[in-house]
């Protein structure tokens, strides 16, 4: 992650993680690529998500075990934040035509809720087609808006 070195309080160079920060990971041939990607978001993200971080671990396992599960294959991984947003992109290898959504699943049935997780714990998400399949994006908001800073 992009760093630079800023004063704290008492004048000391300490670092912090600039506005805009990306990170690609690849997730390719991973054999645990769902907790790789939970590493990353926990190493790379934490600082800006606080609170949401539980969130969004929940949420990077739950579109990279999609990948895994529906599609050819997991691709990569990429982190994006900026001053009000922080954003997870779970990129795919394609061997699919569906698209992700939230279906009704049989209230028996052990999995078909993954991504109704995603909706209640992101703020928003989509889907788009990438180079090589899909990549589902989930962003949490993280900064205040100027109608908050009021």
Do not use: Y
């Amino acid at each position: 992650m992009n760093r630079t070195l800023s004063p704290d309080r008492e004048g000391v160079p300490v670092e912090k993680p600039l506005a805009g920060a990306c990170r690609v990971i690849s997730l390719a041939g991973s054999g645990r690529a769902e907790q790789l990607a939970r590493e990353e978001v926990r190493n790379t993200c934490s600082e800006f998500l606080g609170a949401r971080l539980p969130d969004a671990l929940l949420v990077v396992t739950e579109l990279v075990a999609n990948a895994v599960s529906h599609t050819a294959g997991v691709r990569g991984l990429m982190l994006h934040h900026d001053r009000n947003a922080t954003s997870l992109t779970v990129f795919d290898r394609g061997g699919t035509t569906n698209w992700p959504r939230a279906a009704e699943a049989d209230p028996l049935a052990e999995s078909g809720r993954g991504l109704h997780l995603v909706t209640a714990l992101a703020d928003s998400w989509h889907a788009r087609p990438a180079l090589e399949g899909k990549a589902v994006t989930a962003v949490f908001r993280t900064g205040t808006t100027e109608a908050e800073s009021d």
